[in-house]
């Protein structure tokens, strides 16, 4: 089982607008619209931030969203804070076996 | 409040066994599946397999390929706990271990244990 491709890094300003990429199969993120989206700083646990391709978790700032066409998916942040610079993960339900699959991870950087 | 709390940082030699564990409390233990992650030193997540800690039969278990039949996936009801276990170490499973439940949400990793170091090393 491959794991999500996503980009390596992402950068932007405060303030700014980015979108990290999520691709797949359609055994995985094109089949469900069971995508997540976790944010990991570096020494801590990950962290949900979008479940089920477009909804956030209470507590989650509105400035996080997620999208979905095809097989591949998308986790928007707007108004770049620095406390957004970090590792960020999808991961997606897959038919194979009944699991799920990580994407590669993304950083972020705010200049 | 709903926590895992898992077992302190491991230091194993190659061939060794180990077993490590995530105790959940604040919640229904039974209810509610709980997966295993594995991070590399410097590298990404990996979804390892989850259990339904309330099924007691063959099915409760689903293992990624990349991790079915080097690792074993349980739990004990009544300590409220998951393990992750190992047969025979080998010095690629060294990482860090996380361990977390779809408690709010049934296909998201809604709340994460604080991570176990597994060091194998001759």
């Known amino acids: 089982q491959s794991a999500l491709t996503q980009p390596a890094s992402v950068s932007g300003s405060p303030g700014q607008s980015i979108t990290i990429s999520c691709t797949g199969t359609?055994?995985?993120?094109?089949?469900?619209?069971?995508v997540s989206w976790y944010r990991q700083h570096p020494g801590k646990a990950p962290k949900l931030m979008i479940y089920d391709v477009t909804n956030r978790p209470s507590g989650v700032s509105n400035r996080f969203s997620g999208s979905k066409s095809g097989n591949t998916a998308s986790l928007t942040i707007s108004g770049l804070q620095t406390e957004d610079e970090a590792d960020y993960y999808c991961?997606?339900?897959?038919?194979?076996?009944?699991?799920?699959?990580f994407g590669t991870g993304t950083k972020v950087t705010v200049l | 409040e709903v926590q895992l709390v898992q077992s302190g940082a491991e230091v194993k030699k190659p061939g060794e066994s180990l077993r490590i564990s995530c105790k959940g409390s604040g919640y229904s233990f039974t209810s509610y599946w709980i997966s295993w992650v594995r991070q590399m030193p410097g590298k990404g997540l990996e979804w390892m397999g989850r259990i339904d800690p309330g099924d007691p039969g063959d099915s409760s278990t689903n293992y990624s390929p990349s991790f079915q039949g080097h690792v074993t996936i349980s739990a004990d009801k009544s300590r409220t706990t998951a393990y992750l276990q190992w047969n025979s170490l080998k010095a690629s499973d060294t990482a860090l271990y996380y361990c977390a439940t779809h408690y709010y949400y049934y296909y998201a990793m809604d709340v994460w244990g604080q991570g176990t170091t597994v060091t194998v090393s001759s």
């Open positions: 359609s055994s995985d993120v094109g089949g469900y619209n069971f």
């Open positions: 991961t997606s339900y897959s038919s194979s076996s009944s699991h799920y699959v």
